[in-house]
T-cell receptor
Framework: KNEVEQSPQNLTAQEGEFITINCSYS?????LHWLQQHPGGGIVSLFM???GKKKHGRLIATINIQEKHSSLHITASHPRDSAVYIC?????????????FGKGTHLIIQP | KAGVTQTPRYLIKTRGQQVTLSCSPI?????VSWYQQTPGQGLQFLFE???????NKGNFPGRFSGRQFSNSRSEMNVSTLELGDSALYLC???????????FGPGTRLTVL
């Protein structure tokens, strides 16, 4: 069973700061997902990656398969980025074992 | 293209009752997964369906069951409800099992 650890659990920063959220997992995976959840419950998939780096707007996600580690970066953070960011992994069993989730990082960006 | 829809959005039941939740995936998506989210346990995998077949199930008791229809719509059922079943139930659809998952808004179930 994969164990997914995220850090930090809570993060408060000022608008404009560079944000980094980390995720580590214990066993091999087929893909890693970064999700965003706003108050009210809706979850949006930000990235799915199995190697290297992806960028979308001000968001960057990287993964190091050998070290079993991924990071999510937010550049020029804005109050609208305030949300819970969740790391999840698809197991190496072809994905039929569903996603295993980290506990999430509560991010607050103050104006 | 319409997103993933879930009905109902809110539900209040009493202990011992049963409940059925529905999920309509994005058109063309054949994989539907169900998740439970609680403050204590976070997000947990319930089960995944692909082309009407349940391919795997998470660590939940047999009171939790589901099915998928030929049009990919899915339902999950919880029988003999317990207080601890109070949670947000989310479904997500994707083209394949290992693919970007698109989440529905969830059904918030309260068991009294």
């Amino acid at each position: 069973k994969n164990e997914v650890e995220q850090s930090p659990q809570n993060l408060t920063a000022q608008e404009g700061e560079f944000i980094t959220i980390n995720c580590s997992y214990s066993v091999g995976i087929s893909a890693l997902h970064w999700l965003q959840q706003h108050p009210g419950g809706g979850i949006v998939s930000l990235f799915m990656l199995s190697s290297g780096k992806k960028k979308h707007g001000r968001l960057i996600a990287t993964i190091n398969i050998q070290e079993k580690h991924s990071s999510l970066h937010i550049t020029a953070s804005h109050p609208r980025d305030s949300a819970v960011y969740i790391c999840a992994v698809s197991g190496s069993g072809g994905g039929a074992d569903g996603l295993t989730f980290g506990k999430g990082t509560h991010l607050i960006i103050q104006p | 293209k319409a997103g993933v829809t879930q009905t109902p959005r809110y539900l209040i039941k009493t202990r011992g009752q049963q409940v059925t939740l529905s999920c309509s995936p994005i058109s063309g998506h054949r994989s539907v997964s169900w998740y439970q989210q609680t403050p204590g346990q976070g997000l947990q995998f319930l089960f995944e369906y692909f082309s009407e077949t349940q391919r795997n199930k998470g660590n939940f008791p047999g009171r939790f069951s589901g099915r998928q229809f030929s049009n990919s719509r899915s339902e999950m059922n919880v029988s003999t409800l317990e207080l601890g079943d109070s949670a947000l139930y989310l479904c997500a659809s994707s083209l394949a099992a290992v693919d970007t998952q698109y989440f529905g808004p969830g059904t918030r179930l309260t068991v009294l």
